[in-house]
C-alpha cells in the first residue's frame, strides 16, 4: 500500500494554497503548526479530500481539527492506510 510523504504532503498543501508563499518539505516542518507554515483551514479541507480520493481512504471528520502538524496528519493518514 502507498504511504504518504512529508514531501508529498507539502506540494499537495502548497498546491491547496495556489502556491502563495510556498514552503519546502524539510524536518523542521514536521512539528511547525499548519497556522505557522500559513496553511488555513480552507486549504487543509481542500488538501484532506484530495487525500481521501487519492488514497481511497476516509479521514476521521475531526482530523483538521485535531491534527496541527504535518507529523499528526501523517500520522492519521498512515493509521488508515495501515
Known amino acids: 500500500m502507498d504511504k504518504l510523504t512529508l514531501e508529498a504532503l507539502i506540494e499537495l498543501l502548497n498546491e491547496c ?27 487543509l479541507l481542500n488538501a484532506v479530500s484530495k487525500l481521501e480520493r487519492q488514497f481511497g481512504i476516509e479521514l476521521p471528520e475531526t482530523v483538521t481539527s485535531e491534527a496541527k502538524t504535518p507529523r499528526q496528519l501523517l500520522a492519521v493518514v498512515d493509521a488508515c492506510l495501515a
Open 17 to 43: 494554497n495556489d502556491w502563495e508563499d510556498p514552503i519546502e518539505p524539510s524536518p523542521e516542518v514536521l512539528d511547525a503548526t499548519f497556522d505557522a507554515l500559513g496553511y488555513d483551514s480552507l486549504t
